[in-house]
């Protein structure tokens, strides 16, 4: 992995939920940790849920590996928040490739 590739800045959060004044449930994500990151790949795909059309954008980062990211945190990049669906190690768990998800599934 050449760090001359790592352009984007990304943040690893673990989301939680909290209470508003109001008594609502809000989430809300605690940064973990902030990366340089790689995109590598980008895509949308239009399909056919119950309520008709949904496009999912999904988005795949090459990160150094800083040890601990799972699917149960997600990744903020550009503004929006992406769910991780899968965390492949790479170069002998020197760096990690995270597929992911945009929440929400909007583009």
């Known amino acids: ?15 939680s939920v909290a209470v508003d004044d109001h008594g609502t449930p809000v989430e809300t994500g605690a940064v973990v940790y902030t990366l340089r990151a790689e995109v ?7 399909y056919v849920r119950d309520r008709g059309d949904v496009t999912e954008v999904t ?10 990211v799972t699917t149960s945190h997600r990744v903020r990049f550009d503004g929006a928040a992406y769910d ?24």
């Not at 992995?1 to 989301?15: A, F, N, T, V």
């Not at 590598?40 to 239009?46: D, F, G, P, R, V």
């Not at 899968?86 to 945009?102: A, M, S």
Request: no cysteine; aromatic share 2%.
């Open 84 to 107: 991780i669906r899968q965390v492949v190690p790479i170069e002998n768990g020197r760096g990690l490739e995270l597929q992911t998800v945009k929440i929400g599934g909007d583009a």
């Open 1 to 15: 992995m050449k760090s001359g590739k790592l352009r984007h800045h990304i943040q690893i959060e673990d989301p």
């Open 40 to 46: 590598i790949q980008q895509t949308a795909q239009e």
């Open 59 to 68: 988005v795949a980062f090459r990160v150094r590996n800083p040890g601990g």
